[in-house]
Structure formats: structure tokens, C-alpha cells
Nanobody, 122 residues
Framework: QVQLVESGGGLVQAGGSLRLSCAAS????????MGWYRQAPGNQRELVASITSGGSTNYADSVKGRFTISRDNAKNTVYLQMNSLKPEDTAVYYCQMNLRTTNNLHLAGNYWGQGTQVTVSS
């Protein structure tokens, strides 16, 4: 019922910028924390950034000062603005949302996007 659709990935040169978007649709009642994760081949999936419903943000040390996470509650969308990209940022990026559906207003669950490839060339 719930679907998270990502967009904005692609190929960019080192030092460039990309903005990822992730929009949720379906029988959504409310959304709590939203986040972005990434996974490179041979690596564990790691948290890149998160943002609570109140707007509090958290960033991995490796992206702090370069990436900015934001949300648009009216659009059920989370964004990741990525500046000063480095080759080591190359990974598949996944969005995640903790939300409640109209099927059960008392139960929150985590939902994931399908991932979008970000490749940074040197």
C-alpha cells in the first residue's frame, strides 16, 4: 500500500552537487523520522542523515557540512542536498521513513525506497 519513490541520482563529477528526493504515497496517516542511508559494494549500509518530525537533524561525520537533509510534510517527501561530492560518496542511496498507515494508527513501521545510484567520478 505504501510506496517510497526516489529520484535525483546519477553521475556527477567530484565537487559537483545532486539533490535526491523521496516521496511516499499510499494510505499514510503520519510520518515520524525520515532518513537517508547508503551502501557501497563491500560495505555495510550506513546512516547518512536523518530528520525528525520536529526538524532535528543528524549527519554522519563523513558528510557533515556537505549534505543537508530536509522534509516537506505536505508532500510526504524527504530531500538530501549533496554538495562538494567526493568519489567516496559513490553508493546506492536509500530513503527510509517511519510512519503509520490508516490501517493501524497505533503501529509504526519502517518503509524503504528501492534505492538510487549516485556515482561520483574523479
Amino acid at each position: 500500500q505504501v510506496q517510497l519513490v526516489e529520484s535525483g541520482g546519477g553521475l556527477v563529477q567530484a565537487g559537483g552537487s545532486l539533490r535526491l528526493s523521496c516521496a511516499a504515497s499510499g494510505n499514510i496517516f503520519s510520518i515520524g523520522t525520515m532518513g537517508w542511508y547508503r551502501q557501497a559494494p563491500g560495505n555495510q549500509r550506513e546512516l547518512v542523515a536523518s530528520i525528525t518530525s520536529g526538524g532535528s537533524t543528524n549527519y554522519a561525520d563523513s558528510v557533515k557540512g556537505r549534505f543537508t537533509i530536509s522534509r516537506d510534510n505536505a508532500k510526504n517527501t524527504v530531500y538530501l542536498q549533496m554538495n562538494s561530492l567526493k568519489p567516496e560518496d559513490t553508493a546506492v542511496y536509500y530513503c527510509q521513513m517511519n510512519l503509520r498507515t490508516t490501517n493501524n494508527l497505533h503501529l509504526a513501521g519502517n518503509y524503504w525506497g528501492q534505492g538510487t545510484q549516485v556515482t561520483v567520478s574523479s
